[in-house]
């Protein structure tokens, strides 16, 4: 499918992360100017360097929790899709106050200062993670309750229902994506989510211990996800205002040991040793049907053709200096502080 956003400016917040730096030169590929508001909190500008010298691309280096920072980087914007957050359960364990503050406080009163901006759409970025345990005999959607296992997914609900209740009154349209666990190359790569944590251990010579082995989860490659977002910016208002929709796609369900199945094709003598009860208990597979039913959306990549470029990607020495270094995943915040 072919995007025509030639008439928009998109300001993505968070544009430098993991998603943004694939989402940021796709939206430029469709034809939009795009604003880059993120404080690279993991020193990970780098990723933006291959867009910089677009003219269409602004960027604007901030923190979002800054009421003002924000209001300068939408003014004229028409759509904003946001990314920016402490991303995953790990880090927000590590960072509680600025978990809170980030995700959920700052966020919400962005929602709240939409009205006034001329911003017609506003996309915030969810996660599957919020279902947490469910049946995994059944798939959870967007109707299912929510069972949250984490201060991450606690704060991707607070802002949820704040937008929910906020949608009808709004002059953006806003929507909520709640999106499968990402996988695929970036500029600003991360391993420490599971698919390519498990890719790059095993490809890289390492010995791998999985937990939990046989706990579900829905995966979706960066690309999609952005190809989702697209959507959403060009569908009928009507269609996507305050409305909650899974992104990912259900054959794209697996469990760990079918990953670690999927990368010994690649890697045979890879060793793999299995230990159950770790910390993370989330087990959830889940339904995609209603953004493909109600916007057409489907998934053009699969986490079989990518383990098949990461393992060789790794074992070709594409990534060097992995091991130990903060700049690869959401180990360490760099450039935040709590505020009191
Ligand atoms: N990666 C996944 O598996 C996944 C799965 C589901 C949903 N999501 C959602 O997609 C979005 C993007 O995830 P990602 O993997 O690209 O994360 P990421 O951590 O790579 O990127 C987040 C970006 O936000 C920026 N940021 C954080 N706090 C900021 C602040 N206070 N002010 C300005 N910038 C700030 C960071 O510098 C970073 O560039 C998030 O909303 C996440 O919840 C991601």
Known sequence: MAFDLSDRTVLVVGGAGYVGSVMVPLLLDAGASVRVLDQFVYDNGFS??????????ALHRG??????????????????????????????????????QVNADATKAIIDSLDGLGVQRFVFTSTCSNYGIHDSATLADEESELNP????????????????KSAASTDASMTVLRIATAYGLSPRMRFDLTVSQFAWEIASGQDLLVFDADTWRPYCHIRDISK??????????????????????????????????????HVPDAVVSYREGDTDPRNYRVSFAKITERLGFTVDHTVQDYLAQLTTAV????????????????????HLEPRT
Not at 152 to 160: F, G, L, P, S, W
Not at 237 to 256: A, S, Y
């Open 149 to 164: 296992q984490s201060l991450y997914a606690r704060t991707k609900i607070e802002v949820e229902e704040h937008l929910l």
């Open 63 to 100: 923190d979002l929790r800054d009421a003002a920072v924000f209001a300068e980087a939408a003014r004229g914007a028409t759509d904003v899709v946001m990314l920016a957050s402490l991303v995953g359960d790990p880090v927000c364990k590590k960072y509680p106050e600025l978990a809170q």
């Open 228 to 265: 989702a977002v697209m959507t959403v910016l060009t569908a009928a208002p009507e269609k996507v205002r305050g409305e909650v929709f899974n992104v990912g796609d259900t054959t794209q369900c697996f469990t760990k040991r079918m990953i670690v199945e999927e990368v010994q094709k």
């Open 48 to 57: 933006l360097a291959p867009v910089l010298d677009d003219p269409r691309v």
């Open 315 to 334: 074992q070709a020495g594409v990534f060097p200096d992995v091991a130990g270094s903060t700049r690869y995943g959401n180990y360490e915040v760099r």
